[in-house]
């Protein structure tokens, strides 16, 4: 974690909203948690769950979204979604695997395999 970091994040959430301020100013965040080592060590073996269990320590949690006007999608969901897909390499860079992003809701770009210390099948969305 840096300062450098937080800042590209700061950017991504400001240039993020800029898309549509009266819009995505309520549903649009960055969420930076800071854990102590126990959390990423708290189950017993990775069989167990699917939290990645890799040397990292916080977690930076980004999201889009809008008020719910029943239109959806719209080109702003559209552009909002391909700033969420694009914020790794804009924020972090090429300096980190697919594997040191922590999935929390999966889109079709996400891979989710690599994440998770479960086998592929136990991992395969139904439906």
Same mark, same amino acid.
């Given at each position: 974690? =840096?300062?450098?970091?937080? #800042?590209?994040?700061?950017?991504?959430?400001?240039?993020?909203?800029?898309?549509? @301020? $009266? /819009? +995505?100013?309520?549903?649009?965040?960055?969420?930076?948690?800071?854990?102590?080592?126990?959390?990423?060590?708290?189950?017993?073996?990775?069989?167990?769950?699917?939290?990645?269990? =890799?040397?990292?320590?916080? #977690?930076?949690?980004?999201?889009?979204?809008?008020?719910?006007?029943?239109?959806? @999608? $719209? /080109? +702003?969901?559209?552009?909002?979604?391909?700033?969420?897909?694009?914020?790794?390499?804009?924020?972090?860079?090429?300096?980190?695997?697919?594997?040191?992003?922590?999935?929390?809701?999966?889109?079709?770009?996400?891979?989710?395999?690599?994440?998770?210390?479960?086998?592929?099948?136990?991992?395969? @969305?139904?439906?």
């Amino acid at each position: 974690m =840096t300062a450098d970091l937080i #800042l590209r994040a700061w950017e991504w959430l400001e240039t993020t909203i800029a898309l549509e @301020p $009266t /819009k +995505l100013n309520i549903g649009t965040f960055v969420l930076l948690e800071l854990f102590q080592k126990a959390v990423f060590r708290s189950a017993d073996d990775s069989s167990e769950c699917a939290w990645p269990h =890799t040397q990292n320590q916080h #977690l930076l949690q980004l999201g889009v979204g809008r008020p719910d006007e029943g239109d959806y @999608p $719209t /080109k +702003l969901d559209e552009k909002a979604l391909d700033m969420l897909k694009n914020a790794g390499p804009m924020i972090v860079g090429g300096k980190f695997s697919s594997a040191d992003y922590f999935v929390n809701f999966l889109q079709p770009w996400n891979d989710y395999r690599a994440v998770s210390h479960w086998s592929s099948d136990r991992l395969v @969305p139904k439906g």
